[in-house]
């Protein structure tokens, strides 16, 4: 599955954002997805995940409240909803994928990446 994010941008402080990802190549109904992100000096980390059928997610505890992820199997599409944005939200944003059999909440294993999408957040 090939994966491409979108919806990157510069936005202020308490701003919102919505970041998509497309599948291509096969049906996203058989993965889960997650949304990772960078920030410069820092090791990536796990943002949130959901599970292949959309009844299951997971958040970081920095997003938890603020973020939400979603999925739309028939469009292929994955979603950030990001509210309440912060500086320290500042990062590059990737969607990934790995197999259904998986945990979907482990941070392991996303094998399938997306080209990542910036986001800046200014105060």
């Known amino acids: 599955v090939q994966l491409q994010a979108s919806g990157g941008g510069l936005v202020q402080d308490g701003d919102s954002l919505r970041l998509s990802c497309a599948a291509s190549?096969?049906?996203?109904?058989?993965?889960?997805v997650a949304w990772f992100r960078q920030a410069p000096g820092k090791e990536r980390e796990l943002v949130a995940a959901?599970?292949?059928?959309?009844?299951?997610?997971t958040y970081a505890d920095s997003v938890k409240g603020r973020f939400t992820i979603s999925r739309e199997n028939a469009r292929n599409t994955a979603y950030l909803q990001m509210n309440s944005l912060k500086p320290e939200d500042t990062a590059v944003y990737y969607c990934?994928?790995?197999?259904?059999?998986?945990?979907?909440?482990?941070?392991?294993?996303?094998?399938?990446w997306g080209q990542g999408t910036k986001v800046t957040v200014s105060s």
């Open positions: 990934a994928a790995k197999y259904y059999s998986d945990s979907y909440s482990s941070a392991l294993g996303y094998d399938y």
């Open positions: 190549g096969r049906t996203l109904s058989s993965y889960h």
């Open positions: 959901i599970r292949w059928s959309g009844g299951s997610t």
